[in-house]
Structures are given as structure tokens and as C-alpha cells.
């Protein structure tokens, strides 16, 4: 059985859209289905009648709002509450409550259907897949232009094309799981497991969808990539401690997902009309980089910046 781990700190604006798609097996917008099942730590009620092969496990983080009530209100779905506002806890506690593998871990704040949950599934279910994430689409209609242009260079960035992060969803397999399982409470959770895995081991279903929303202004923007910054920077040091080279010589460089120069010449040449576009990317690059710094400095991955405005009605 396919099991689906949502982790959830103060989502209960979000939440019900994500699990009325997984219920209908469609992002369409369509009535929820029928019916109240409640769970309470270690409970949980039966698979919904259509999708009895999906697990959902929803863990409420340090919620102080309705989120609990509005996954309890959909059918099949599993509610695990926890005192600590923690992602990373409540991943594990996810998986201490999941029923099998596959596995995925998906962002309350996204939205993905049960038909891309199986074909995620599949990938990772034989082969030497072990990890795989779905095509991501971004909706900017009703976003600032600034937020427009940013997000059209960053689509089209080779690391970003190709990694499984920024998307709100991820598949293991058990094999998979086993690799990343132990990994630290870091911000940028999904970079990690990205980076964890070749990419002969890892794939993007492009025939697989997931809608990603984007921060719809400026300052939400700049938040976002403050906290990309941070917690890409927190990932890098973590990665700088833990490895060693032989024999007391340099260490390998480690797997890195940062954009370089060539990347954004490549671009320009390929696609020219993207110059004015580029300098936004490279303004909010600064912006974020100076503020994150900051952070960094002072050790401080725990200030969660948080977008409001891609969770507007």
C-alpha cells in the first residue's frame, strides 16, 4: 500500500483542497466526498472506498488553528497530532504511523491528485529509481510582474529542472527511505534528499503533476528566498562537517544544487528575451543572499519565513 505523509503546521486554509484532490483523483475542483472519520494519535480510519491502495497520514505540528478538524473531515484520512511546531518531527512521525511503501511526503500547501500519486509510486516500486518527485506546474496568473519574471528564469535553471525539490512532493522506495531516513532536522528537507541520490536513481515524472503556488508579491517573494537562502546555506555547512577526505587529503566536493554563472549565459543565449526577467532574478539573488546571511551568521534555522499570500483563497 502507497502510503502519503502531509505534515501540517497551521494549514487550515490549505489542507482540505490538497485532500479533496487525492479524494476525487483529480486537481479539478469537485465537491468532498460524503462523510467524517476522526483519528486520534495510533487510530485511524479505513481507506476511502476508490483509493483503497492510499494511506494518507496528515501530522499536525504545533497547530493552533482548525487544521486537525479539516483533515479529520475527509474520509481515509489518518490525523496524527503532535505538541511541536516541527517538520521534521512530524515527518518521522508520519512514517512511525504510515502503513507501507511506496512513501510520499507531500506539502499541505500543494495540490496533487491520486492518479499522480500512483504514477509516482510506480517509479519507485522497481528499476533503480528510488526517489522521484512530479512535473511542477506554477500558476503566476494574479502574481506581481517582478514575481512573474523571477519565476520564469527560475523554471527554466538546469538544477531546478532536474531535482526533485521545489515541488512539494516526494517518492521513496523502501531502499530509498532507508538511505535519507537518518538525516537531520535541516531546512532545506527536500535539497537533502535530492542531493542524497544519483540522478541515475532519481526522476522527475514529468507526466505526473503537481501545482507548486507562488508567492503572489514582492515582499512574499523575497521572504520565500530568504528562507531558500538560509536553509541552502545551513544544508552546505551540514555537508561541510560531515565529510571527510581520504586519508586526511581534501574532501570531494559535495553534490550542489546552486545556479553559476554558465548556467544563466546558457540561458541568455538559448532564449534572449529573458534579459530584463534575469536582472529581477539577480535583484531578488542579492536581496536574499545579504538577508540570509544574517541568519546564517547567527545560527538562526529556526524562523520559519512563511509565505501568506500563495495561501489566499
Known amino acids: 500500500m502507497t502510503s502519503i505523509v502531509i505534515p501540517a503546521h497551521n494549514e487550515e486554509r490549505v489542507i482540505g483542497r490538497l485532500l479533496d484532490a487525492l479524494a476525487a483523483g483529480s486537481t479539478a475542483s469537485t465537491p468532498p466526498l460524503s462523510g467524517t472519520v476522526k483519528s486520534t494519535p495510533g487510530y485511524g480510519s479505513s481507506p476511502v472506498r476508490g483509493r483503497e491502495d492510499l494511506d494518507i497520514v496528515v501530522v499536525c505540528n504545533g497547530c493552533t488553528d482548525g487544521t486537525a478538524r479539516a483533515a479529520a473531515g475527509r474520509p481515509g484520512v489518518r490525523v496524527v497530532e503532535i505538541a511541536t511546531a516541527s517538520k521534521h518531527l512530524a515527518l518521522r512521525t508520519g512514517d512511525a504511523h504510515a502503513a507501507g511503501f511506496p512513501r510520499l511526503y507531500v506539502d499541505a500547501d500543494v495540490v496533487i491528485a491520486a492518479a499522480d500519486v500512483r504514477q509516482l509510486a510506480a517509479a519507485v516500486s522497481s528499476g533503480p529509481v528510488l526517489a522521484a518527485a512530479p512535473g511542477r506546474d506554477l500558476p503566476l496568473a494574479g502574481c506581481a510582474w517582478p514575481v512573474r519574471a523571477y519565476y520564469r528564469i527560475w523554471q527554466r535553471l538546469p538544477a531546478v529542472r532536474d531535482g526533485l525539490f521545489g515541488r512539494g512532493v516526494i517518492a521513496l522506495s523502501e531502499q530509498g527511505h532507508a538511505r535519507v531516513a537518518g538525516l537531520p532536522p535541516l531546512m532545506a528537507d527536500d535539497l537533502a534528499v535530492s542531493l542524497a541520490f544519483t540522478p541515475a536513481e532519481r526522476r522527475v515524472v514529468e507526466n505526473a503533476r503537481v501545482t507548486v503556488l507562488p508567492p503572489r508579491t514582492w515582499s512574499d517573494l523575497i521572504r520565500r528566498r ?46 534572449p528575451w529573458l534579459l530584463p526577467h ?28 512563511r509565505d501568506e499570500s500563495s495561501r489566499g483563497d
Open 226 to 271: 530568504i528562507r531558500a537562502g538560509t536553509s541552502t546555506g545551513q544544508l552546505e555547512r551540514h555537508q561541510a562537517e560531515s565529510t571527510t577526505g581520504e586519508s586526511g587529503g581534501p574532501a570531494p566536493a559535495p553534490p550542489s544544487a546552486r545556479t553559476s554563472t554558465a548556467d544563466l549565459r546558457g540561458l541568455l543565449r538559448r532564449e
Open 278 to 305: 534575469l536582472a529581477v532574478f539577480l535583484s531578488v539573488a542579492l536581496v536574499a543572499r545579504r538577508k540570509s546571511g544574517k541568519a546564517l551568521r547567527q545560527g538562526d534555522f529556526g524562523t520559519w519565513l
